[in-house]
């Protein structure tokens, strides 16, 4: 194999003191520039995401977009990826804008706040809508609307805790009361499950997982307008003007989805194909 891949916890803390640092990078500007250097590039990700990313029983990253990163480092010569977590979802957005990170990935899915200071792949790879998981016996929330006054638990930075916070101050005589915590999304629901929270609000594949792997088997709600939330599609980031990196990327994303290895991925994770059509 011609790479290394190595796994390192980072913390917000380190992200702050080594701000000013140049992450991976070495020649990250001029990727596959001709000059037969190999190109270090850094990942990070939350690593405890279910099924997406996470730390397996040997330590290891592993999940399907840790499969898909790994997939684009076998494929391009000229690039060497180091797979790092964050720990937590928040810390990825600071970390890119400082340079530590050259790409970021975690569920992330399409904001207008994000795309006017980060750079988005044109190529999602996954999709799955969000909605409202409220207990089997709740009988009294059936819309966002119902949760006004009620107890909701999210994940700083995240498109839903965005959403949330701009319809609070939108709503301000039907808050919803908010808590951030530090968990992955089948944690949040079975906080919910088991009556610590009201409801939630995540993408109905992270349902299935949660169901799967916990038991946890919540009431599914549409909601209206959800894509005012986030966008049903996935896509990995980069630096704002990093546009060779991503066209160079993108252009191995396009071949692994049109090959078929995307979905085969996909279905090794989740059990299904759950890749955006082309």
Same mark, same amino acid.
């Given at each position: 194999m011609?790479?290394?891949?190595?796994?390192?916890?980072?913390?917000m803390?380190?992200?702050?003191? +080594?701000?000013?640092? %140049?992450?991976g990078?070495? #020649?990250v $500007?001029?990727p596959?520039?001709?000059?037969?250097?190999?190109?270090?590039?850094t990942?990070?990700c939350?690593?405890? #995401?279910?099924?997406? $990313?996470?730390?397996?029983e040997?330590?290891? *990253?592993?999940?399907? !977009?840790?499969a898909?990163?790994?997939?684009?480092?076998?494929?391009? /010569?000229?690039?060497?990826?180091? &797979?790092?977590?964050?720990? !937590?979802?928040?810390? &990825?957005?600071?970390?890119?804008?400082?340079?530590?990170?050259?790409?970021?990935?975690?569920?992330? %899915?399409?904001? @207008?706040?994000?795309?006017? #200071?980060? &750079?988005?792949?044109?190529?999602?790879?996954?999709h /799955?809508?969000?909605?409202?998981?409220?207990?089997?016996?709740?009988? +009294?929330?059936?819309?966002?609307?119902? *949760?006004?006054?009620? +107890?909701?638990?999210?994940?700083?930075?995240?498109?839903?805790?965005?959403?949330?916070?701009?319809?609070?101050e939108?709503?301000?005589?039907?808050?919803? $009361?908010?808590?951030? =915590?530090?968990? /992955?999304?089948?944690?949040?629901?079975?906080?919910?499950?088991?009556?610590?929270?009201?409801?939630?609000?995540?993408?109905?594949?992270?349902?299935?997982?949660?169901?799967? !792997? &916990?038991?946890?088997?919540?009431?599914?709600?549409?909601?209206? +307008?959800?894509d005012?939330?986030?966008?049903?599609?996935?896509?990995?980031l980069?630096?704002?003007?990093?546009?060779?990196? @991503?066209?160079?990327?993108?252009?191995? *994303?396009?071949?692994?989805?049109?090959?078929?290895?995307?979905?085969?991925?996909? !279905?090794?994770?989740?059990?299904?194909? *759950? =890749?955006?059509?082309?």
């Open positions: 011609k790479r290394a891949i190595t796994i390192a916890a980072v913390v803390a380190a992200i702050l003191i +080594n701000a000013c640092g %140049s992450g990078k070495e #020649s $500007n001029a596959g520039d001709g000059t037969g250097e190999v190109t270090k590039l990942y990070a939350p690593g405890k #995401s279910a099924r997406y $990313n996470f730390v397996n040997e330590g290891e *990253l592993d999940g399907y !977009e840790i898909i990163m790994k997939e684009v480092d076998q494929r391009l /010569s000229d690039v060497t990826i180091d &797979l790092i977590y964050t720990g !937590e979802f928040s810390a &990825l957005f600071p970390g890119l804008e400082s340079g530590q990170y050259d790409i970021i990935g975690g569920g992330i %899915s399409w904001k @207008q706040e994000r795309a006017d #200071s980060y &750079l988005y792949s044109e190529v999602p790879y996954f /799955s809508p969000t909605v409202l998981g409220v207990r089997q016996e709740e009988d +009294n929330i059936k819309t966002i609307e119902d *949760l006004a006054g009620k +107890n909701i638990a999210d994940i700083a930075g995240t498109a839903q805790a965005m959403w949330l916070e701009a319809y609070n939108e709503h301000p005589d039907q808050k919803i $009361n908010i808590d951030y =915590v530090d968990a /992955s999304s089948i944690e949040i629901m079975n906080m919910v499950a088991t009556g610590r929270y009201d409801a939630c609000i995540h993408a109905a594949a992270d349902f299935a997982i949660a169901k799967q !792997e &916990l038991g946890v088997d919540l009431k599914l709600l549409d909601i209206e +307008n959800a005012e939330i986030q966008k049903p599609d996935s896509f990995y980069y630096a704002k003007d990093n546009t060779e990196l @991503q066209k160079k990327i993108d252009a191995v *994303l396009k071949e692994i989805r049109d090959d078929g290895t995307m979905s085969q991925l996909c !279905e090794k994770y989740f059990g299904m194909d *759950l =890749v955006p059509e082309h």
